[in-house]
C-alpha cells in the first residue's frame, strides 16, 4: 500500500469482474463475473483455489460471512445464494427480490443477511431459513 504499486494480479475469469470481498483472515478473496461464477483466490499464491458456479446470470455483488465459513453472492438473476466455501456447494437459493441483486452483506454475528436490489427494497433474511424476515 505504501508504494501504490500492484503486487499480484489475479487472473481467471473469462469476463469482468463485478464484485470483490475479502476473507475475514485476509488470507482468501471472493469474485463475482458477469461470466456467472465466483472464485475464491489464495492471497498469497494469487491461485484461484475454487470456482462457484450456480447462478444463471451475472454475478454482482459478494460477501463473506464474518467467521469466514460462507460466502453469500447476489445475481443479475434475482436470487441470492449462500454457499459453503469449504464444500464449494450452495447451501440455500434465496429468491424473494423480483430484480437484480446488487448488494449483500451479513451481520456481525453471520445469522442474518441484508441484500439490495433494484426492484427498490432491501431484505434482512434469516440464514437458517432462508427467509426474508423484513423488507424496507
Do not use: C, Y
Not at 465459513?69 to 447451501?91: C, H
Not at 443477511?113 to 424496507?136: H, Q
Request: aromatic share 4%; no cysteine.
Amino acid at each position: 500500500i505504501a508504494t501504490g504499486k500492484a503486487i499480484k494480479t489475479l487472473s481467471g475469469h473469462s469476463s469482468e469482474v463485478m464484485s470483490i470481498a475479502f476473507s475475514p483472515d485476509g488470507q482468501r478473496l471472493a469474485s463475482g463475473s458477469v461470466d456467472k461464477t465466483i472464485k475464491i483466490w489464495d492471497i498469497a499464491t494469487g491461485k484461484a483455489i475454487k470456482t462457484l458456479s450456480g447462478h444463471s446470470s451475472e454475478v454482482i455483488s459478494v460477501a463473506f460471512s464474518p467467521d469466514g465459513q460462507k460466502l453469500a453472492s447476489g445475481s443479475v438473476d434475482n436470487t441470492i445464494k449462500i454457499w459453503d466455501i469449504a464444500t464449494g456447494n450452495v447451501i440455500k437459493t434465496l429468491s424473494e427480490h423480483s430484480s437484480v441483486v446488487r448488494s449483500v452483506a451479513f451481520s456481525p454475528d453471520g445469522q442474518k443477511l441484508a441484500s439490495s436490489s433494484v426492484d427498490k427494497t432491501i431484505k434482512i433474511w434469516d440464514i437458517a431459513t432462508g427467509k426474508a424476515i423484513k423488507t424496507l
